[in-house]
């Protein structure tokens, strides 16, 4: 089997880590891999598996001619002065911003759902990751959209503050201990106390009222699933450390009972079903850290509309919601087309 050469850039922060971890517990086909972040992060190292260390370089001055593959977590504005740079040299780069995600020159994947669309990638030699959210989302709708035709969804998320940064779950740990002690809360990432509140505020405000947030939800939801899904999102974040959680509405074009959407998660990739209410059988967030499936709980008849039904979905937003979808993606890449 040919093996890669692979950089993974931000790797010093949370996804990055993840990304490291799942390439060596995946086995992907690596001749090396390179660690890049900020100059700030010289001389730092990071672990690839369990007995690999790598020195962080820095990724203004790397050369990417040579490199096969790059996932990038790095921010929206460094993806964008660096990818078409490494593009350029001939490295695929499958970026996990927020940046590329609606060009119509980069396919935006999630491989259980539209793995059709990287056949594009060659256009501009990247491939966008979708927002966390998102992935959860279509990933347990597809088999269901499959089955019945999803005409609307309306999805109110609650996020870890994870999908925030290493500083976000700092912060989160700093104002809850502060509270237990009695010292000063301190406010830094977030604009609202995090600890033991929730705050309806994830990205920027835009002109309508809603966030950005909300936004990707919507228009990614059209570009991976279907353009003609209505969708409205409200999006929440929660202290939690790990862990998205959304509670789904959905209505459907044509009849669709619990029992038959059950099967259909059952069966479908990517997905594990664990739903028995009476013996608290459901999934919360705590319980899906560390879990590469989305996991799909109380599935339901709504009975206020026609053929409607509720559910509950959670995903590790560091793992399914970033760094596994981005290998996975690269799997595919190595399969079928480098």
Not at 69 to 98: H, M, Q, W, Y
Not at 207 to 213: A, I, V
Not at 307 to 325: P, Y
Request: proline content about 4%.
């Amino acid at each position: 089997m040919k093996s890669y050469k692979v950089a993974v850039v931000g790797a010093t922060g949370a996804v990055g880590h993840e990304m490291l971890q799942i390439l060596a517990e995946r086995n992907f086909p690596v001749s090396s891999v390179v660690a890049l972040a900020s100059q700030r992060s010289l001389g730092s190292q990071v672990s690839f598996g369990e007995d690999d260390v790598l020195d962080v370089q820095d990724l203004a001055t790397y050369d990417f001619k040579g490199t096969d593959l790059c996932l990038s977590s790095a921010g929206a504005k460094i993806s964008e002065a660096f990818a078409p740079r490494a593009a350029k040299a001939g490295c695929v780069v499958i970026d996990n911003t927020s940046h590329f995600r609606m060009d119509p020159d980069v396919p935006l994947v999630v491989p259980e759902v539209n793995p059709q669309a990287l056949a594009g990638f060659s256009k501009k030699n990247i491939v966008a990751n979708p927002n966390c959210s998102t992935i959860q989302m279509v990933v347990a709708l597809k088999p269901l959209h499959d089955l019945a035709t999803i005409k609307r969804i309306v999805v109110s998320t609650y996020q870890a503050v994870s999908g925030a940064g290493k500083e976000a779950m700092d912060e989160l740990f700093s104002q809850s201990r502060a509270i237990f002690v009695n010292d000063e809360l301190v406010k830094e990432v977030f604009d609202k106390q995090i600890a033991f509140n929730v705050i309806p505020h994830i990205d920027v405000f835009m002109d309508d009222g809603s966030t950005k947030e909300e936004w990707k939800m919507i228009v990614e939801t059209k570009k991976i699933l279907d353009p003609s899904i209505e969708v409205s999102a409200t999006c929440v974040r929660v202290p939690v450390f790990i862990g998205h959680a959304e509670a789904i509405n959905v209505a459907f074009e044509k009849p669709l009972s619990p029992a038959q959407a059950r099967t259909a998660l059952v069966k479908a990739p990517g997905v594990s079903v664990i739903d028995e209410v009476r013996e608290a059988r459901f999934v919360t967030p705590v319980e899906c850290s560390g879990e590469d499936d989305v996991l799909v709980s109380r599935v339901r008849k709504d009975t206020s509309i026609e053929n409607g039904l509720n559910m509950w979905v959670v995903a590790d937003n560091l793992r399914k919601g970033a760094a596994l979808n981005a290998v996975q993606i690269a799997e595919l890449l190595v399969r079928d087309y480098l």
